[in-house]
């Protein structure tokens, strides 16, 4: 069973972003965290302060792994982002087996439903899969 790293930012009280970290096995737990997230408050603070949080799910450790980045631009979507590293390489720049894959703006139920292959994938799996 994969354990995927819930990483993600918002406001408590005040200005200040609150970085957030939860373990997750479960898809559905995933989901959770996402319905609590205080997306219009958010969003109204990144048109006060000029600073929003976002998410990362990350499968894998260290130098090998998956991680969706998704971060909103109103209260129903985001750009979402994927990237994959398999090897790191010297310097990040030689050797280097990685892939990355831009979705656009994609709704709140889009990056469910794309985050859910974290779940179901290896990232070595998720590197042959993005990588063509």
């Known amino acids: ?6 990483v993600y930012d918002h406001r408590v009280d005040g200005e200040g972003l609150i970085t957030h970290e939860k373990e997750v096995r479960l898809h559905r737990e995933l989901c959770e965290i996402m319905d609590a997230y205080p997306w219009a408050a958010e969003i109204d603070g990144f048109e006060k302060y000029g600073v929003g949080g976002c998410f990362h799910f990350l499968l894998g450790k260290d130098n090998v792994y998956a991680c969706y980045q998704y971060v909103p631009v109103d209260v129903d979507s985001g750009i979402l982002n994927l ?3 398999m090897k790191p390489g010297f310097l990040n720049i030689f050797g280097r087996k990685s892939v990355s894959k831009d979705f656009d703006i994609v709704s709140i139920p889009e990056v469910k439903a794309a985050v859910k292959e974290l779940f179901e994938h290896t ?3 998720l590197y042959e899969k993005y990588r063509r």
Do not use: L
């Not at 069973?1 to 819930?6: E, K």
């Open 1 to 6: 069973m994969s354990v995927v790293r819930v």
């Open 83 to 85: 990237d994959i590293v």
């Open 123 to 125: 990232v070595e799996s």
